[in-house]
């Protein structure tokens, strides 16, 4: 009954939450539809279905055959059906027409007895009057099969939106990722750059506070060896280089890994925060603003990944 084929999902690629598509049908007996399909971003699945009354048999495929096509997003799906001018007319029923006719034979006669005034009633206004044509409301609207074969395409169409905007959206991240590795690598040269110039700081304090005090030296050598632990970035830097590489596999992967990326950009920003506050060193601090300004773009593009 559905009139839908399940499409196989494509491989190795991502899809943006956002589409849009819209189709006009008909059934060339006078009835006419047009179809409109939109997502924008959501934490999780949520669809809407705005449907003609009558037409409640559509909502249980339709539900499905979407849930089948979209793994996350907010869609909303509205259809509405219209019939030509005087098709209406042309199926009345007989039977139907003369109940009607003679049930505003009784209200203008009652209306009469009680001394009160009716207008006159036109023709215009009882073929207005619903439920007059033939099989009642319901014949007026097309068959659920017409409608769900002709939904395929919409969805088919819509699919290819999010899959393109997806296209898009993967060549910024690959882009941003590659910034990133960049930075990452920025930044463990200038950690590197600034070992030896640290060291040769620390050395000199101790020196001279060893001269001016009486201390432990070899308490005070603990002490600053904590220091250089607390200052040392090594494992932020080589946390950064393996969440780029997962960045990678997720793109490569593809499907719906817009929550996966989400929560890699959360790590990717921890890191570069723990790196900013152990920098102590210009060079490095300004690459790890720039790194988390880096970071910060890429998941603004993230929020709309499916």
Partial sequence: ????????????????MTGFAAREGGDGQGA???WELR????????VRLRLPDGLGALEAPLR???????????VTLSLRVTRETGAAAARLDPARL??????????????????LPVAPVDATAVLALRGLGEGGEAASLPAPETLLADAEPLIEAFT???????????????AQIARIETLVADAAAAAAARAEPQAARLRAAVETVLAGADLDEAR???????????TDVTE?????RAHVGAARALLDTGGPVGRKLDFLMQEFNREANTLCSKAQDATLTAIGLDLKLAIDQTREQVQNVE
């Fill in 236 to 240: 932020e830097i080589d946390r950064l």
């Fill in 160 to 174: 290819a939106m999010r899959q393109a905007e997806g296209a898009a959206i993967a060549a910024v991240l690959t």
């Fill in 64 to 74: 499905k055959r979407l849930s089948e096509t979209v793994a996350r997003g907010s």
């Fill in 32 to 34: 006419t539809w047009g």
């Fill in 1 to 16: 009954m559905s009139g839908i084929v399940v499409k196989p999902a494509g491989a190795a690629s991502i899809a943006s």
């Fill in 98 to 115: 003369t109940a009607v006719l003679a049930q505003l034979a009784q209200v203008q006669a009652a209306a009469a007895a009680q001394g």
């Fill in 39 to 46: 997502s924008v971003n959501g934490r999780g699945f949520d």
């Fill in 220 to 230: 005070l050598l603990q002490e600053v060896a904590t220091l250089a632990v607390k």
